[in-house]
Nanobody, 117 residues
Framework: QVQLVESGGGLVQAGGSLRLSCAASGIIFNFDAMAWYRQAPGKQREWVATISSGGTTAYADSVKGRFTISRDNAKNTVYLQMNNLKPEDTAVYYC???????????WGQGTQVTVSS
């Protein structure tokens, strides 16, 4: 059974940093492109960043230059380093497969990121 467990969120002031982690189990992690998504209150879930099985990365324009996605296949873990955080980054952050149309149906609980101004 696929299990995705996100962690590392918290409350931070604007300009601060956080590092999110996502531990995956029950999947052949090495061959999947993985992504971080986020959902702010009252908004739809949106894509944030992607990393391919080979390490190629892509970012939403809103986070480009501030966020860095990485992965450790030996640990079945994906990371999201978030720097220079802004209040508009406040959301629940989730990891899953990329693209969204191929995401596992059982999403994790997510991790809350709150950025104060």
């Amino acid at each position: 059974q696929v299990q995705l467990v996100e962690s590392g969120g918290g409350l931070v002031q604007a300009g601060g940093s956080l590092r999110l982690s996502c531990a995956a189990s029950g999947i052949i992690f090495n061959f999947d492109a993985m992504a971080w998504y986020r959902q702010a209150p009252g908004k739809q879930r949106e894509w944030v960043a992607t990393i391919s099985s080979g390490g190629t990365t892509a970012y939403a324009d809103s986070v480009k230059g501030r966020f860095t996605i990485s992965r450790d296949n030996a640990k079945n873990t994906v990371y999201l380093q978030m720097n220079n955080l802004k209040p508009e980054d406040t959301a629940v952050y989730y990891c899953n497969k990329y693209p969204h149309s191929r995401a596992y149906p059982n999403w994790g609980q997510g991790t809350q990121v709150t950025v104060s101004s």
